[in-house]
Nanobody, 116 residues
Framework: QVQLVESGGGLVQAGGSLRLSCAASGIIFSITTMAWYRQAPGKQRELVAA???????TYADSVKGRCTVSRDNAKNMVYLQMNSLKPEDTAVYYCNTGPKLRPLRWGQGTQVTVSS
């Protein structure tokens, strides 16, 4: 059964940090590129970062240098460490398969709110 469960969001001040977690089940996780997406109110969902099964990463220009995506294949977990957060990072953050793959059923996401 396919399931994605995000956690770790919260309310932080500008300049603060958060670590988001995503637990995945129902897929062959170790060979599947995973990604973080976000959607702000009134905007389309956008790709934030992606990581292949082997650990190769890519980032959106807007978060490059501030975020690090990682994974633990033994635990079927993917993480997003976010530092130097800005108000424009405020969004609901979701995990899913990489953008070249068929998306799984979207989870509930986790809310990140950055105050100024």
């Amino acid at each position: 059964q396919v399931q994605l469960v995000e956690s770790g969001g919260g309310l932080v001040q500008a300049g603060g940090s958060l670590r988001l977690s995503c637990a995945a089940s129902g897929i062959i996780f170790s060979i599947t590129t995973m990604a973080w997406y976000r959607q702000a109110p009134g905007k389309q969902r956008e790709l934030v970062a992606a990581i292949t099964g082997g650990g190769t990463t890519t980032y959106a220009d807007s978060v490059k240098g501030r975020c690090t995506v990682s994974r633990d294949n033994a635990k079927n977990m993917v993480y997003l460490q976010m530092n130097s957060l800005k108000p424009e990072d405020t969004a609901v953050y979701y995990c899913n398969t990489g953008p070249k793959l068929r998306p799984l059923r979207w989870g509930q996401g986790t809310q990140v709110t950055v105050s100024s």
